[in-house]
């Protein structure tokens, strides 16, 4: 299933298009207090888009860009982000995820501490989510052994 | 009825008559290729018009433009699709239809 | 007050489409067919989509799930016809 496509139609507009797929999730991700979305929907639309990839281009031109042991470590730094911005809150004499008090070390109004904590998380829900989705579509299609078409 | 109302309406009754022919011709041509051309081109159209009146309708807003955004990759996005499920049915041997199996 | 009745006219026929094709998804001869048919009421229900955003006066919500759905439903065609090919080269 991960092999080079050789229609030429196909590769083009994949090629166009995933730039832009990328940016609507960020903007998906960066939207989720106002608009639906959040972490776990831009997330799922990254994911989608490395998939594109991979199905029109094989994976030698992906593994350039993002390869499975790129996935790995993704989601690893993923999981750090958030888990790493809920410790440094416990360090700050509050809860677990009590993002208003980062305020003494941003030097900023609680209240826009609480908004750069949350925007923090979703970033970091985003990446993992993402690094998971190209992992279980990657496993499945080659059913363990690698792909053969280098 | 402003020109706008009028304009908007316009389109999305051309938009709902091309949704209508392009069912038409999934539910009645005779072979998997033909139907392809109903549903490949009918509704690509149909979804333009519609998402056209649409955004006329509520005039010079960042919604409107976020409704023609949509439109541009609906229309780059469509006959793709259908390219490629053409193309799979024809790798897989699939026979077009001719018509003189009709006539026996 | 016309717009409102216009659209909501709009969407129920729309609806009523999107049962017609559900007949070429169940009783379509092969599976070609039936991705076909499921690619035609996925663009069907983007526009209905948009017009209950219009009837709830909510549209700037309804923008943004629209386009998402836009999104999976081409890269969901895609996979799937890229998978009907591979499958047939390797018997």
Same mark, same amino acid.
């Given at each position: 299933?991960?092999?080079?496509?050789?229609d030429?139609?196909?590769?083009?507009?994949?090629?166009?298009?995933?730039?832009f797929?990328?940016?609507?999730?960020l903007?998906?991700?960066?939207?989720?207090?106002?608009s639906?979305?959040?972490?776990?929907?831009?997330?799922?639309?990254?994911?989608?888009s490395m998939v594109?990839?991979l199905i029109?281009?094989?994976?030698g031109?992906?593994?350039?860009?993002?390869?499975?042991?790129g996935?790995?470590?993704?989601?690893?730094?993923?999981?750090?982000?958030?888990?790493?911005?809920?410790?440094?809150c416990?360090?700050?004499?509050?809860?677990?995820?009590?993002?208003?008090?980062?305020?003494t070390?941003?030097?900023?109004?609680?209240?826009?501490?609480?908004?750069?904590?949350?925007?923090?998380?979703?970033?970091?829900?985003g990446?993992?989510?993402m690094?998971?989705?190209?992992?279980?579509?990657?496993d499945?299609?080659?059913?363990g052994?690698?792909p053969?078409?280098? | 009825?402003?020109?706008s109302?009028?304009l908007?309406?316009?389109?999305?009754?051309?938009?709902?008559f091309?949704?209508?022919?392009?069912?038409?011709?999934?539910?009645?041509?005779?072979?998997?290729?033909?139907?392809?051309?109903?549903?490949?081109?009918?509704?690509?159209l149909?979804?333009?018009?519609?998402?056209i009146?649409?955004s006329?309708?509520?005039?010079?807003?960042l919604n409107?433009?976020?409704?023609?955004l949509?439109?541009?990759?609906?229309?780059l996005?469509q006959?793709?699709?259908?390219h490629a499920?053409?193309?799979?049915?024809?790798?897989?041997?699939?026979?077009?239809w001719?018509?003189?199996?009709?006539?026996? | 007050?016309?717009?409102?009745?216009?659209?909501l006219? =709009? $969407?129920?026929?729309?609806?009523?489409?999107?049962? +017609? /094709?559900?007949y070429?998804? #169940?009783?379509?001869?092969?599976? %070609?067919n039936?991705?076909a048919?499921?690619?035609a009421?996925g663009?069907?229900?983007?526009?209905?989509?948009?017009? =209950? $955003?219009?009837?709830?006066?909510?549209?700037?919500? +309804? /923008?943004?799930?629209?386009? #998402?759905?836009?999104?999976?439903? %081409?890269?969901?065609?895609?996979?799937?016809?890229?998978?009907?090919?591979?499958?047939?080269e390797?018997k």
């Amino acid at each position: 299933m991960i092999h080079v496509s050789d229609d030429i139609i196909i590769r083009t507009l994949a090629r166009i298009l995933v730039p832009f797929i990328q940016l609507y999730a960020l903007y998906v991700i960066m939207h989720g207090h106002y608009s639906p979305g959040g972490g776990f929907q831009g997330g799922v639309i990254l994911g989608a888009s490395m998939v594109l990839l991979l199905i029109t281009h094989g994976y030698g031109e992906t593994k350039v860009r993002f390869s499975e042991r790129g996935a790995v470590i993704f989601s690893s730094i993923g999981l750090l982000i958030y888990s790493g911005i809920g410790t440094l809150c416990l360090v700050f004499f509050g809860n677990f995820l009590d993002y208003g008090k980062l305020s003494t070390l941003l030097q900023v109004v609680p209240a826009h501490a609480r908004s750069l904590g949350i925007l923090g998380v979703e970033l970091g829900v985003g990446f993992a989510v993402m690094a998971v989705m190209f992992s279980i579509f990657f496993d499945i299609s080659t059913s363990g052994e690698l792909p053969v078409d280098e | 009825m402003s020109v706008s109302s009028v304009l908007s309406i316009l389109f999305m009754i051309g938009g709902f008559f091309f949704f209508f022919t392009a069912t038409a011709g999934l539910l009645r041509f005779p072979d998997f290729y033909t139907r392809l051309h109903a549903t490949g081109k009918g509704d690509t159209l149909a979804v333009l018009l519609a998402l056209i009146g649409i955004s006329i309708h509520e005039g010079i807003t960042l919604n409107a433009l976020k409704i023609l955004l949509i439109a541009v990759f609906m229309f780059l996005a469509q006959p793709t699709a259908t390219h490629a499920i053409s193309k799979a049915g024809m790798r897989r041997g699939l026979e077009p239809w001719t018509k003189k199996e009709e006539e026996q | 007050m016309v717009m409102t009745t216009f659209f909501l006219g =709009i $969407g129920v026929g729309l609806c009523i489409l999107v049962f +017609f /094709v559900l007949y070429r998804v #169940v009783f379509g001869p092969g599976i %070609f067919n039936r991705v076909a048919a499921i690619s035609a009421i996925g663009t069907k229900t983007l526009v209905i989509l948009l017009i =209950i $955003g219009y009837l709830y006066d909510r549209i700037d919500m +309804f /923008v943004d799930i629209s386009m #998402v759905y836009a999104l999976l439903n %081409f890269i969901g065609t895609l996979a799937v016809a890229k998978y009907l090919e591979m499958e047939g080269e390797r018997k």
